[in-house]
């Protein structure tokens, strides 16, 4: 079992920028990847930037140019530096842990993380 923990997020204006963490820890495979998928209200939980096994990085074309993924500091992290926010951006993010080397949809994900709130106001 791996566990997720995210750290981060709050509320900004728009234009501003956050970073989001995520430390993994547990029994992790070798072919293990990580992401960061967003659910606002009423909408299905998307992917937005992930880190496939091997390096591969990928993101949802909402996001491409102002969020940046990238592994963390300590092994199994990830961090998502979010900037030039906008109010669409306002959503509950989630850290998602992969065994099988991509993250990029909810059946490929087997293990997240509670969640962090990104409020952007206009």
């Known amino acids: 079992q791996v566990r997720l923990v995210e750290s981060g997020g709050g509320s900004v204006q728009a234009g501003g920028s956050l970073k989001l963490s995520c430390v993994a820890s547990?029994?992790?495979?070798?072919?293990?990847?990580m992401g960061w998928f967003r659910q606002s209200p009423g909408l299905e939980r998307e992917m937005i930037a992930a880190i496939h096994f091997g390096g591969a990085i990928q993101y949802a074309p909402s996001v491409k140019g102002r969020f940046t993924i990238s592994q963390g500091n300590a092994d199994n992290s990830l961090d998502l530096q979010m900037n030039s926010l906008k109010p669409e951006d306002t959503a509950m993010y989630y850290c998602?842990?992969?065994?099988?080397?991509?993250?990029?949809?909810?059946?490929?994900?087997?293990?997240w993380g509670h969640g962090t709130q990104v409020t952007v106001s206009s």
């Open positions: 998602a842990g992969c065994d099988a080397g991509r993250c990029d949809t909810i059946p490929s994900v087997n293990y």
């Open positions: 547990g029994y992790i495979y070798r072919t293990f990847a």
